[in-house]
């Protein structure tokens, strides 16, 4: 009964999740992309469309900004007084950030974004009522809403491109919200495969689709928890902790030797995606 | 992947109800009931079909002739989704956004869908007995030289048919056009090595200095390179390589390069000479001949020249010295002019000189079967079967993968000329612009219902052949795999040798296994054999490759002067070849126009780019309408104003303002083929597409640009999000 | 100064001038009511169109997921508190000026905040699924998520529409038997019977009656004050550049107050004049309210300096960066025409002789209230549009004439709601005006009338 | 022996009070003060002095009503997120007190508002049913005195009454 389990348990409830002293149990999804190698050339973005059933809301829609590129591609110049970009552009793919704290969690009038046992930042399209509240508490504006209801909305999913469709994702009704779940349905299928073996998911039995698709590998994706997890030994690599709104090697003056950071970090969302900093050559 | 051991017979039947299903479910798959095929339930299915779980079958990726090898992810016998092969050389499992949208290409509402007869202005379906029919009695009327075949690049089994149908006819006529191809660098490159394209190891080079190759979006094989790419850039032991890219105009790999140089359209062959000259002074063995070939390309001449500053020039001389190897690239920007195989060729002298042949510059393995060995298209061919219609020597014309009225510049009027052909037979997957003129429109399978063999144009290994097969059941029982209707067509010529198979499926499994020996498999069974090729969709070839020239040699090379500014067309046109829109026979496909453009992040139209200077001058913002007019024409678009261009150029991309084709791609943006002007490479003929002189003049409106990029544009406005530091502090041998 | 109110009015007078309310009215009423159904109409169609199309049509962005309907919302919240100060702080206080004019406004915030609870409705993507946001039992343990401010603001509105609906009613029962022993037929008859629960006027009930209005009174102070705060924490809660900020709950109530005086003078006037209630709406206590307005104007300019410089002198460069877009980007007009609204014209009633000059003060009033509404769409609009991560900003984002509409129609609705209840209750408090009498008479017994007065 | 109703009405209060405090004086045969009960368009706090206090309970019920509506919630609230833990929210614990602080408050003055309306009802003994001997003079400017004796009692009643000029006694019907 409720209560009784409320007196029993008070201290867990009272524990902050996940944390330091009580880390995710046996997974931890995260993600780093290495700016130096991604080219920006929206193979992962496309690749997205195809497996999360994301509509092409079509350039009326797109104006209005209803667009729905759960991984956009970001591209910024660093020449604002020069006469030419001749150092290049910089591409950043930018999806939901998973953060441990998200801070669109909290504010979901209907608890219809949560945080999963796996450290996922998980979207119940079901329960969601279209508050849109989690968007507007989102620092990254990593989320989509369904402005319209574009399974009948005309030339989005005509016949037969409706046959396209992953059986494995929903298709998203009008009014609820929607980002990226690093593909979550694969993950599953991933995990229950690993049960009925009585083993745990080893590195790089599942990917993403961005980072299957990445011509160049930018993107690599695993299990935080798992030491051996080609991300893990990035993270650690680059000394970027998990739980920390600033991270210790940039205060040592040699940390800047390091290029692994996460995006408005200091912001303490903890986000779960680690980004490598783009390199320029100084001998030309 | 699936075992080898099963009939692929039976998968065919199971993805049959897999179509049935989706045909009950109302999806427009009546494969079944008119009998076409018959049902088997999923109680008695082969033990690889799980309902619910997705299987996978390799095959061959149609969206461009890089031929990467795909995995279709097939469900309830649906194709869902499209993933790299990782077997293949090539792409080793990645796929490029292109490729990805295979998918749409091949559900796409707008495919056609039976057979078409022109009846007046519209086309009245007929079947395809009538259809072949039809053909056989045009063909037969007509002098057996005048049936022409205008293709895409060719390669494959389908190749070897289309060559035995024209031979069976009488006919030479095979016309193979490309409307953007690297043509002109291949002939220099054949020149200068001796191979058409020579196998280039990025991943080995420490320095990549490339003219206008967009070796990262566009250029030959785009997936392969960005692989090679990657090793590059992480560095053997550490050492990242260094990328400097001289265009004009950013391409996706100018983005992503060191230094980008921003240089005077046309002027790529004189930097590569004064950075031959710069570093046969900076000590480098050049040969006597060479060097005095190149010794009055001094610093000064060449920075003012090509508008590179002498800094630059100085320590990009100093990076090729010092960081061998290094690896030479010449592309678009360098051979769309009138001099275009001059420039080419001075590419290649400088990766001569830089004794980057037999390190980064490698033989290429040669194909064992040269009757597959693909055909690569190019422009100048057009022009041919132009010159061919113009003394009427072309009755019937077959078209098939390419799209000329859509492609040629308006100067060519193909439009027109087409309509002295009697009969044009379109082999179509749209009601494409050249489809809407023919007099018979016989639909084509979509890369994922069709049988067939691709050969690459670029091998990233060894030689391979690829496998092409069905990832599901026919969506529109009207179409025909193209090996199909040569088929047919050649049974009515060659009945004897041909009508003993059943089908192109038949021919192709007949034939490969005839070959299994060269195909690695002599002392296996043929069905196991057969199916071990289906499972593995590439098979590798036993091949030799012949050594590179890599003398240097300056022969013949004289380059113009910068060219002289036009009063009346103060600006030169690059047509910008896209990663989503390429020669634009994808642009009915969401997904790419929906895509933003890397660069501009524009969507859903296409756009003039200009440098912040140019608008100045010409009194323009983002947004405003101008008129970009060429001697051969005018097109309207939005502008787009950024510091990637060279203020001498304007750019518009190609693959937009399609009049034909369908929902997604009709009157979305204007179409940049129209107005080039018709200036052609010396040497080989091909048109120079970068020669195009024009005015740009308002056009009144100024409209909203529609693009991913906000306000903010390029600006991060202090926030750490996009962050970039020097190379020299990162040990890249340490990171993980 | 004049006197609130005359003392020899005759108390059968009283019942008998605003018992006239409840009966055949002007013309004007009927004009009004019309006005306010067909502007209504205009909402419902609206509302109709965007909930069978999807809120695409209001022209939101993903980068701009709020708009008016979050911002109206607020304004309509922020409207009720007046009344809640009007009845429960002033009669706390004592305050007998109170008494003729506190009816109305308590009736003005339940109203306002039945308005302001639709714009919850309006705003929402699914609005059929809106019963998830209550907390009912389930078998599946599914509750809402009580951490979201928006529960919370569920909560505190559910409780603050039905305490004031019972403080209005309570407050209300003495004149309803007043209306039940002075009309003898119809469905008024039988309706003021029942809710005047055979109310007597003994002394029992009396005394009962006092301590009960006492304590709802001393509730309804600090709930109304958390209701507006748990707005503010709505986006103070956030960590949204220019609303993650300490200052907003007070800075709420504030304005709420302020908007909430400035619609009781619009009313006021209106009443005076359909009414014809220049006995009890005396110029006075205009001025009085008038007072009353102009120190919280300024109360609200102080806090809102207090906003900006806490954020300018601060160091978080996002908070100001949003700041200055406020101030120059292409919200700069709206941003200037709110302080000049909301602090500029205010100072108008300050000058004695604008005090009672009503054509003026409902005009004024007006645009008070139009500054208030653009102070909120200042809190929404540009913060939306220039918020933490650049490459989304969205500064053209417009409302489509879609949100116009069931905006322009909510003023409709509340005055169509308003207007019936004049209609039905004595919108003037008549045993509250009559002890107002009574007192003044008895202080005049005491003491001998003072030079200035009359 | 029957009992008799008598309702005086007084134009001016403090007649009516003065009435009142002779009929307290003059200690009637079959007259019980308790009984008397005034009436008034408005309130007289003062009759207090001459009815002498009668007790007030409502504030009990408040007080009974907001605990009971803070505990409420804080209980429903807290147990609801413990059972409900898919509703695991990053960064903070499963039952975090200070958004439940917030419910409870609410919770409180709901609770508090609503009980005490049900004291008033109770304690004012509302709602009635009129009793017979009501003008409704007294809503409007008069004030009502409402007397219960014996029919020994009803003349001395009338004396005092007639005494302090009221201007109209009304008589139960009946006996």
Avoid at chain 1, 161 to 175: A, F, H, I, S, Y
Avoid at chain 3, 343 to 366: D, N
Wanted: a neutral charge; proline letters at 5%; hydrophobic letters at 40%.
């Amino acid at each position: 009964m409720s209560i009784t389990n409320l007196l029993q348990n008070w201290s867990d409830f009272r524990q902050q999740h996940p944390s330091d002293e009580r880390p995710h149990q046996e997974y931890k999804w995260a993600m780093s992309i290495d700016l130096d190698l991604c080219t920006g050339c929206n193979a992962c973005s496309v690749a997205c469309y195809a497996e999360n059933n994301l509509p092409a809301v079509g350039k009326e829609k797109f104006s209005h900004g209803h667009s729905h590129h759960w991984l956009r591609i970001e591209r910024y110049w660093h020449n604002e007084d020069r006469e030419y970009a001749d150092q290049g552009a910089q591409f950043l793919p930018m999806m939901c950030q998973q953060c441990e704290a998200a801070p669109c969690e909290t504010v979901c009038p209907v608890g219809a974004t949560n945080h999963t046992a796996d450290g996922l930042n998980s979207q119940v399209y079901n329960r969601c009522v279209g508050s849109r509240y989690c968007n507007a508490n989102c620092p990254y504006k990593a989320r989509y809403f369904n402005w319209y209801d574009y399974p009948t909305t005309a030339d989005v999913w005509p016949a037969p491109m409706e046959q396209q469709l992953n059986p494995d994702v929903t298709v998203r009704g009008k009014g609820v919200m929607e980002k990226c779940t690093f593909c979550v349905q694969r993950l599953t299928v991933a995990k229950s495969n690993a049960r009925t073996e009585g083993r745990s998911v080893h590195d790089g039995e599942v990917q993403t689709a961005c980072q299957q698709a990445c011509p160049t590998g930018a993107i690599s994706f695993g299990n935080l928890i798992d030491p051996e997890s080609r991300v893990a030994k990035q993270w650690e690599k680059q000394q970027v902790k998990l739980n920390h709104d600033k991270q210790a090697k940039d205060a040592v003056h040699d940390g800047d030797k390091l290029r692994g950071y996460r995006i408005l970090e200091n912001l303490r969302t903890y986000p779960s995606v680690m980004y490598l900093e783009q390199l320029r050559e100084g001998a030309i | 992947m699936i075992e080898n051991s099963f009939n692929r017979r039976d998968f065919l039947k199971v993805l049959g109800w897999g179509g049935a299903t989706v045909a009950l479910s109302g999806c427009g798959n009546t494969s079944v009931e008119d009998g076409r095929e018959y049902v088997t339930s999923y109680v008695e299915t082969a033990d690889y079909i799980i309902p619910s779980i997705g299987t996978y079958f390799n095959s061959t990726c149609a969206q461009c002739d890089a031929g990467c090898g795909i995995m279709g992810r097939v469900r309830e016998g649906r194709v869902l989704k499209l993933e790299g092969n990782p077997d293949s050389p090539i792409n080793s499992g990645k796929m490029c956004g292109l490729g990805q949208a295979g998918v749409q290409a091949h559900y796409n509402p707008d495919r056609v869908r039976e057979p078409l007869l022109r009846n007046g202005d519209k086309g009245e379906a007929i079947t395809w007995e009538k259809a072949l029919q039809l053909v056989s009695e045009k063909v037969a009327s007509a002098n057996p030289g005048s049936v022409a075949f205008l293709t895409g690049g060719v390669s494959g089994h389908v190749k070897v048919l289309l060559k035995n149908y024209l031979d069976a006819i009488g006919s030479d006529q095979h016309y193979v056009y490309e409307a953007v191809a690297p043509s002109v660098v291949r002939a220099a490159n054949k020149k200068a090595y001796g191979v058409e394209m020579p196998r280039l190891r990025l991943d080995r080079a420490k320095v990549v200095v490339s003219f206008g190759a967009d070796f990262l979006g566009t250029w030959v094989s785009p997936v392969h390179f960005s692989r090679q790419y990657a090793k590059f850039r992480k560095g053997v032991n550490g050492e990242r390589g260094v990328l400097v890219q001289v265009e004009s105009k950013m391409t996706i790999t100018g983005a992503n390069a060191d230094r980008w140089l921003a240089i005077r359209p046309g002027t790529e062959g004189i930097l590569a000479l004064g950075l031959v000259n710069a570093l046969s002074a900076a000590g480098l063995t050049v040969p006597a001949e060479v060097a005095a070939a190149v010794k009055d390309y001094t610093l000064d001449r060449v920075s003012n020249d090509t508008g590179v500053s002498v800094e630059h020039i100085g320590k990009l001389t100093a990076l090729l010295k010092d960081r061998s190897p290094s690896l030479v690239i010449a592309g678009g920007a360098a051979e769309g002019y009138a001099h275009g195989s001059q420039n080419a060729a001075a590419v290649a002298l400088l990766n001569q000189v830089l004794g980057n042949v037999g390190k980064t510059v490698e033989a290429p393995a040669s194909m064992p079967f040269p009757q597959m060995a693909p055909i690569t298209g190019n422009r100048s061919s057009l022009q041919a079967l132009n010159d061919s219609i113009a003394q009427d020597g072309v009755k019937v014309l077959f078209n098939c993968g390419a799209n000329p009225i859509y492609s040629a510049p308006a100067s060519m009027n193909m439009k027109e000329s087409l309509k002295k052909v009697p009969f044009k037979v379109a082999f179509a997957h749209y009601m494409d612009e050249t489809a809407m003129e023919a007099d018979l429109v016989l639909p084509l399978n979509s890369s994922m219902e069709g049988w067939g063999t691709v050969v690459p144009e670029y091998f990233a290994e060894g030689a391979q052949l690829n496998i092409q097969q069905p990832l599901m059941e026919k969506l529109h029982p009207g179409t025909l795999g193209m090996g199909d209707v040569l088929l047919a067509l050649l049974k009515q010529r060659r009945p004897a040798e041909y009508s003993g198979y059943e089908d192109y499926y038949a021919y192709l499994k007949n034939a490969m296994v005839a070959i299994k020996g060269a195909l690695g498999g002599e002392n296996e069974d043929d069905d196991v054999f057969w199916d071990s090729v289906l499972s593995q969709g590439v098979v590798k070839l036993t091949s030799s490759s012949n050594a590179l020239v890599s003398s240097a040699s300056a022969a013949g090379l004289q380059l113009p002067p910068p060219a002289v500014e036009d009063g009346t067309y103060p600006l030169r046109l690059i047509p910008a070849v896209t990663p989503n829109m390429r020669d634009g026979r994808h642009a009915n496909e969401p997904w790419l126009q929906e895509s933003p453009d890397p660069l501009t992040t524009i969507v859903w139209d296409s756009w003039v780019e200009m440098h912040p200077k140019t608008a100045a001058k010409l009194g323009v913002v983002e947004g405003d309408i101008v008129e970009v007019a060429s001697k051969n024409g005018a097109i309207k678009g939005q502008v787009y104003v950024y510091s990637g261009i060279h203020p001498d150029v304007i750019s518009v991309p190609l693959g937009y303002g399609h009049e034909a084709m369908g929902r997604y791609s009709k009157g979305v943006g204007a179409n940049a083929f129209k107005i080039l002007d018709p200036v052609f490479d010396q040497q080989t003929g091909e048109l120079a597409m970068y020669e195009t002189r024009v005015k740009v003049t308002k056009a009144g409106k100024r409209v909203i640009v529609v693009k991913d990029e906000g306000p903010a544009g390029g600006n991060q406005s202090g926030r750490r999000i996009a962050l970039r530091m020097a190379s020299g502090k990162v040990n890249l041998a340490e990171e993980v | 100064m004049g006197k609130d109110i005359r003392e020899d009015i005759a108390w059968a007078q009283i019942n008998k001038d605003v018992l006239k309310s409840l009966e055949n009215p002007k013309k004007l009423y009927w004009v009004i009511l019309l006005i306010a159904i067909a502007m209504v109409g205009v909402a419902v169609g609206c509302e109709i169109y965007q909930y069978q199309t999807g809120m695409g049509v209001s022209n939101k962005s993903n980068s701009h997921v709020w708009s008016l309907y979050i911002a109206t919302f607020i304004f309509w919240i922020g409207m009720s508190h007046s009344g809640t100060l009007l009845s429960a702080i002033l009669h706390l206080m004592h305050a007998d000026w109170r008494k003729p004019i506190y009816r109305f406004a308590e009736a003005m915030t339940t109203f306002s905040l039945m308005t302001a609870g639709l714009f919850v409705l309006v705003h929402l993507g699914r609005l059929w699924m809106v019963y998830y946001v209550m907390p009912y039992p389930n078998e599946r343990w599914v509750w809402p998520n009580f951490q979201s401010p928006l529960v919370w603001d569920m909560f505190a509105i559910a409780t603050y529409l039905s305490s004031s609906v019972i403080f209005l009613y309570v407050g209300m029962i003495p004149d309803l038997a007043i209306c039940r022993d002075n009309i003898h037929a119809g469905w008024r008859k039988k309706l003021y019977t029942v809710l005047s629960l055979g109310w007597e006027g003994t002394d029992r009930q009396w005394r009962n009656f006092r301590i009960t209005y006492l304590t709802i009174a001393c509730f309804l102070i600090p709930l109304a004050v958390s209701v507006h705060s748990i707005v503010a924490s709505d986006f103070a809660m956030s960590n949204m550049p220019g609303w993650h900020v300490t200052s907003f709950p007070p800075y709420f109530v504030a304005g709420a107050l302020y908007s909430g005086c400035a619609a009781i003078i619009t009313l006021f006037v209106i009443l005076r004049y359909v009414f014809k209630f220049e006995e009890y709406m005396t110029l006075p206590i205009m001025r009085k309210l008038v007072r009353l307005t102009f120190a919280i104007a300024m109360v609200w300019t102080y806090l809102n300096l207090i906003e900006f410089s806490s954020v300018w002198y601060g160091h978080d460069q996002t908070a100001k960066d949003q700041l200055i877009f406020k101030a120059t980007g292409p919200y700069a007009p709206y941003f200037w025409a709110m302080i000049f609204f909301g602090s500029i014209l205010p100072l108008l009633l300050a000058f004695k002789r604008f005090q009672t000059h009503l054509p003026l003060l409902f005009v004024v009033s007006i645009f008070l209230n139009v500054g208030m509404w653009l102070e909120r769409w200042m809190i929404i609009g540009p913060s939306f549009a220039h918020g933490h991560y650049p490459w989304t900003w969205d500064h053209d984002q417009w409302p489509s004439l879609v949100q116009w509409g069931i905006v322009f129609g909510s003023f409709g609705w509340f005055t169509l709601l308003f207007m019936v209840f004049c209609k039905v209750f004595p919108s003037v408090s008549m045993y509250e005006v009559k002890e107002m009498v009574y007192h003044r008479t008895l202080a005049l017994k005491n003491k001998p009338a003072v030079k200035g007065e009359h | 022996m029957s009992q008799r109703h008598l309702l005086a009405l007084f134009n001016d209060f403090d007649e009516a009070v003065a009435a009142i405090s002779e009929l307290r004086a003059a200690n009637i045969k079959g007259f019980d003060f308790d009984d008397l009960i005034l009436k008034s368009p408005i309130e007289h706090p003062e009759v207090e002095t001459v009815l002498g206090d009668r007790p007030i309970k409502v504030q009990w019920f408040t007080l009974a009503g907001a605990c009971m509506g803070g505990l409420l919630a804080f209980t429903l609230v807290a147990s609801a997120q413990a059972n409900f833990f898919s509703q695991i929210k990053a960064g903070k614990p499963i039952v975090p007190l200070p958004p439940d602080f917030v419910l409870t408050y609410e919770m409180f003055i709901l609770g508090g508002v609503f009980i005490t309306i049900l004291g008033f009802l109770i304690c004012a003994g509302l709602p009635a049913k009129r009793s017979p001997l009501y003008s409704a003079k007294v809503s409007e400017d008069q004030i009502g005195i409402l007397v219960k004796g014996d029919e020994a009692a009803v003349t001395a009643f009338k004396a005092i009454f007639t005494k302090h000029k009221a201007l109209e006694i009304q008589e139960e019907a009946g006996k």
